[in-house]
C-alpha cells in the first residue's frame, strides 16, 4: 500500500512537471520582457572574441568582473555553442520553472518530512511574475536558496569541513546567480543555527520544573550547546564580507536613488499576490484564493497546536516528566515563522528600486510564503494530504491555463513583430524608437498591464551577424556582463521604429529607406551612395598613406589621418577606438615610414565598385620604443587574409598582398593585434587597390 502511494506522488509529480514545461517547449516564443535581451547578450559575449565582429567590439566592452547577476547569462553562452538561440532560452526556461518545485522538495524533505505535500507550490510559484519579466537569475536562485538550506539542515547536526565546503560552494553559485537570493540565504544560516541551539539550551535549562542538576550547571550546558551552531556561523565570516562588500558597492553606486512604494501599493500586492500576476488581472482571483488556502493552512496549524497542548495537559505526563506547558507551544519550527514575519517587515521597509536593479519588494513577496510552508501543520490524516493536493495542483492549472491562453495569443502579437526582413548585412548597428515599446496588443485586445511582452523584441533580430544593438538596456548598467564603450556615438545603419512613433519619422525618412514593415512596426535603412569615381582619377589604382597630421604625404597618395571617419560612397575610419599618430622621427627612403598606430581593432572601409581587386598592404614598427616586433591580422570581408605577421622593429617596412572580389560595393579591413602588456599595438602604413577585372 505504501508503495502504491508513493507510485502515485511520484506519477502525480512526474504529470504536473510535464504539464508546467509544456508551454516553453509548445510554443515558438515564451513572452517575457526581457528574455530576448538576454538572450542578445549571450549572443554578444559567446561572439565577442571574433575579430570578425568588428561593430560589436567597438560598440560593447566586457564588464568582467564577478557580480551577482552571471549564471543564466553564463548558461546561454555555453548553450549557443551547441543550439540556436530560443532553444538555449526554452533550456534556461526549462530550469527556472523546473527546479524551484524539486528545491522545494527536497527543503520540505529536509526539514519536515510531513509538509513534503507543499512542494507542489513550486509548480504555482514557478509561474511567477519576475520569471515573465525576464528575471531568469533571480528565478534560478530561487531554487538555489532552497537547495542550499535543505542541505544544511539535513547536515547541521553533524557538520564537517567537506559539508562547510559544500555549502560554501553552494553559497557562492548562489551569489553570481542572484544577490537577493544569497543575502536571504546568509540571514537563513545565520538564524536558524541560533534559533535552534536556543531552543535547546532553554528547553534543557526551563524545560522541566524538577532538575537535580543546578541551574547555573544547566546553564554551563547549555553554552555547550550554542557552542556548534557559533562556531558555524564564524565559519561564514567571509561569506558576510562578501555579504556587506556588495551592499555597500550598491549604497554607493545606486541607494540615493531609491524609490519607496507606499503603503497603498504594498498593500495591494501583497494580499493581490501580484508576484504572480504577470499579463493581466484575472490571476489575483488565483493568488487571492491561494491567500485563503495559505490562511487556512496557518489557522489549521494554531488550531492543532493548540490541541497537542490540550492532550498534552489532560494528560497528566508533564506530572510524571516535569516537561513546562511552553515546550507543547513553542517549536522548533516557530523559526520558519519568525523568518517569515521578518521577510515581511523587509517587504514594507525596503525600497522597490536603487539596489541592483529594483523589484526588491517583488523578490521578498515570493520568499515570504514559501519560506513559511514548514511551519504548517495540517496533515492530520492521509486524506488531508490529499486534499490539499488537490487545492494545489488545481491552483496551479488553473494558473497556467490562464497562462497558456495568453501565450497562444501573445505568440501571434510576436510572430508578427518580428517579421521585418531586409537586415541581411554583416556587422551594422540597429537602433529603434522607443528603445522599449510596451503598446497594445492586437491579439489580447488590450495592453499588458504589468509586463511589456514587446519590450526587446528588437534584439531577436540582432542575434545574427555580428549586429550591435544601441537600445540594449543591459549595457547601460553595471551588473550584467556587456556595458557600453564609454563617449561614444554611432550613427545606425538600421532603424526599427514601432507604431506609437511613426508620427515623428519626418526627419529620419531624410536619410533613410523604409524596406519593410508589419502590423507593429518599420524598418528603416540608411540611405548608400554608390562609390565615388572621382577617387579614380581616371586610373586604375587607389593609394592611401597612413600617417599624422603633420605628415608628409607620398606623391599619388590619399592621405589617411587617425580622424578620418568614413563617408558614404568614399573612404575612412569605422571605428572610433583610440588610435595614435606616431609620426617616424627618423629620416627614412620609404615613402611609408610614417604609420598609424592602435590598441583596438582598427577597421578601415573603402567604397568600391564590384568587382576583383589586388590589394596591397604596407606595414612598419619604426617605433624606437618597441622592444618586440608586432604582430598584425587582417581580416578582408569577413575573411582572414593576413595572419600572425610578424613585423621586426626598426625601419623596414613589409608589404603583403591579396586578391578580393567585392560583390556589396565595400572593401572592409579589420586589423588587430593579439600581442599582450603596454605593448599590445597594430601599425598601419598604408595601401593600394588595384582593379583587376579591366575597371
Same mark, same amino acid.
Request: aromatic share 16%.
Given at each position: ?14 504529470? $504536473?512537471?510535464?504539464? #508546467?514545461?509544456?508551454?516553453? @517547449? ?7 520582457? %526581457? ?16 575579430? /570578425? ?30 543550439? &540556436? ?137 547549555? $553554552?555547550? !550547546?550554542?557552542? &556548534? ?43 493581490? $499576490? ?26 489549521? !496549524? ?15 505526563? @508533564? ?45 521578498? #513577496? ?38 497558456? #491562453?495568453?501565450? !497562444? ?17 554583416? *556587422?551594422?548597428?540597429?537602433?529603434? /524608437? ?36 544601441? *537600445? ?37 525618412? /531624410? ?6 514593415? +508589419?502590423?507593429? +512596426? ?9 562609390? %565615388?569615381?572621382? $577617387?579614380?582619377?581616371?586610373? !586604375?589604382?587607389?593609394?592611401? *598613406? ?31 577606438? /583610440? ?117
Amino acid at each position: 500500500m505504501k508503495a502504491h502511494r508513493l507510485s502515485i506522488e511520484y506519477i502525480t509529480v512526474i504529470v $504536473m512537471l510535464v504539464l #508546467h514545461l509544456l508551454p516553453v @517547449w509548445g510554443f515558438k516564443y515564451f513572452p517575457t520582457q %526581457d528574455g530576448a535581451s538576454h538572450i542578445y547578450n549571450a549572443y554578444v559575449l559567446k561572439e565577442y572574441h571574433n575579430h /570578425e565582429n568588428y561593430r560589436l567590439r567597438e560598440v560593447y566592452e566586457l564588464n568582467a568582473t564577478i557580480f551577482p547577476n552571471w549564471t543564466s547569462h553564463a548558461l546561454l553562452v555555453i548553450l549557443l555553442y551547441v543550439f &540556436p538561440p530560443l532553444i538555449c532560452e526554452k533550456i534556461v526556461l526549462t530550469l527556472c520553472i523546473g527546479l524551484l518545485p524539486f528545491a522545494l522538495f527536497y527543503f520540505l524533505n529536509s526539514v519536515q518530512r510531513r509538509n513534503t505535500v507543499f512542494g507542489l507550490l513550486g509548480f504555482l510559484f514557478a509561474y511567477n511574475y519576475l520569471l515573465h519579466m525576464g528575471f531568469y537569475n533571480f528565478v534560478l536562485s530561487m531554487s538555489l536558496f532552497f537547495f542550499t538550506f535543505g542541505y544544511w539542515w539535513r547536515i547541521k547536526d553533524k557538520l564537517g569541513l567537506s559539508n562547510i565546503v559544500v555549502i560554501y560552494i553552494l553559497l557562492l553559485v548562489t551569489y553570481v546567480t542572484h544577490y537577493h537570493s544569497y543575502a536571504l540565504l546568509v540571514m537563513s544560516l545565520t538564524f536558524f543555527p541560533l534559533f535552534l541551539s536556543v531552543y535547546d539550551v532553554l528547553q534543557g535549562v526551563w524545560g522541566s520544573k524538577e532538575r537535580s542538576q543546578p541551574v547555573m550547571s544547566r546553564l554551563k550546558d547549555g $553554552m555547550v !550547546t550554542l557552542k &556548534p551552531a557559533l562556531t558555524f556561523i564564524g565559519s561564514l565570516i567571509p561569506a558576510y564580507f562578501i555579504l556587506f562588500s556588495y551592499y555597500f558597492y550598491l549604497s554607493n553606486t545606486h541607494g540615493g536613488d531609491s524609490d519607496h512604494k507606499g503603503y497603498e501599493w504594498l498593500n495591494d500586492y501583497f494580499f493581490g $499576490m501580484k508576484s504572480l500576476v504577470s499579463f493581466r488581472d484575472d490571476h489575483v482571483l488565483i493568488g487571492r484564493v491561494l491567500l485563503v488556502f495559505l490562511a487556512i493552512a496557518f489557522i489549521l !496549524t494554531v488550531i492543532n497546536r493548540i490541541r497537542q497542548f490540550h492532550q498534552f495537559r489532560e494528560s497528566e505526563v @508533564w506530572k510524571e516528566t516535569g516537561e513546562r506547558f511552553w515546550t507543547r507551544v513553542v517549536s522548533r519550527m516557530d523559526g520558519f515563522l519568525i523568518m517569515s514575519i521578518l521577510i515581511t517587515a523587509m517587504y514594507y521597509i525596503a525600497p522597490w528600486s536603487g539596489y541592483s536593479g529594483g523589484w526588491i519588494n517583488d523578490r521578498f #513577496h515570493l520568499y515570504i510564503f514559501l519560506i513559511l510552508i514548514p511551519f504548517f501543520a495540517v496533515n492530520l490524516h492521509r486524506h488531508v494530504n490529499y486534499a490539499v493536493a488537490g487545492v494545489i495542483i488545481a491552483l496551479s492549472l488553473w494558473h497556467l491555463g490562464y497562462n497558456v #491562453h495568453t501565450y !497562444t495569443l501573445l505568440n501571434r502579437d510576436i510572430t508578427n513583430a518580428i517579421s521585418l526582413e531586409g537586415m541581411y548585412e554583416e *556587422d551594422t548597428i540597429l537602433t529603434s /524608437e522607443p528603445g522599449e515599446w510596451g503598446g497594445f496588443s492586437d491579439s489580447l485586445g488590450f495592453e499588458p498591464k504589468y509586463v511589456e511582452p514587446f519590450g526587446h523584441l528588437e534584439c531577436l533580430l540582432a542575434v545574427h551577424k555580428g549586429i550591435a544593438y544601441l *537600445d540594449n538596456y543591459e549595457a547601460n548598467t553595471d551588473h550584467f556582463p556587456l556595458r557600453y564603450k564609454e563617449e561614444k556615438e554611432f550613427t545606425a545603419d538600421f532603424a526599427i521604429i514601432w507604431r506609437t512613433e511613426y508620427g515623428d519619422v519626418g526627419g529620419l525618412e /531624410e536619410e533613410y529607406d523604409l524596406i519593410d514593415s +508589419n502590423d507593429y +512596426n518599420r524598418l528603416y535603412r540608411r540611405k548608400q551612395t554608390a562609390p %565615388d569615381p572621382e $577617387m579614380w582619377d581616371g586610373g !586604375t589604382v587607389l593609394a592611401f *598613406d597612413m600617417q599624422s597630421k603633420d605628415g608628409e604625404t607620398a606623391p599619388g597618395h590619399i592621405a589617411v589621418y587617425p580622424d578620418t571617419d568614413y563617408t558614404d560612397g568614399q573612404y575612412g575610419w569605422l571605428t572610433v577606438s /583610440e588610435k595614435d599618430d606616431l609620426q617616424n622621427e627618423s629620416e627614412v627612403s620609404q615613402p611609408y615610414g610614417d604609420s598609424i598606430w592602435g590598441k583596438e581593432d582598427g577597421v578601415f572601409r573603402v567604397a568600391l565598385p564590384n568587382g576583383t581587386y589586388e590589394v596591397t598592404c604596407y606595414f612598419t614598427a619604426d617605433d624606437s620604443e618597441e622592444p618586440e616586433p608586432l604582430e598584425i591580422n587582417l581580416i578582408v570581408n569577413g575573411e582572414k587574409k593576413i595572419q600572425r605577421l610578424q613585423i621586426p622593429v626598426g625601419n623596414e617596412t613589409i608589404e603583403r598582398r591579396y586578391n578580393i572580389t567585392i560583390t556589396d560595393e565595400h572593401l572592409t579591413q579589420v586589423i588587430y593585434t593579439r600581442g599582450k602588456g603596454r605593448y599590445k599595438r597594430w601599425g598601419w602604413s598604408g595601401f593600394s587597390i588595384q582593379s583587376t577585372n579591366g575597371g
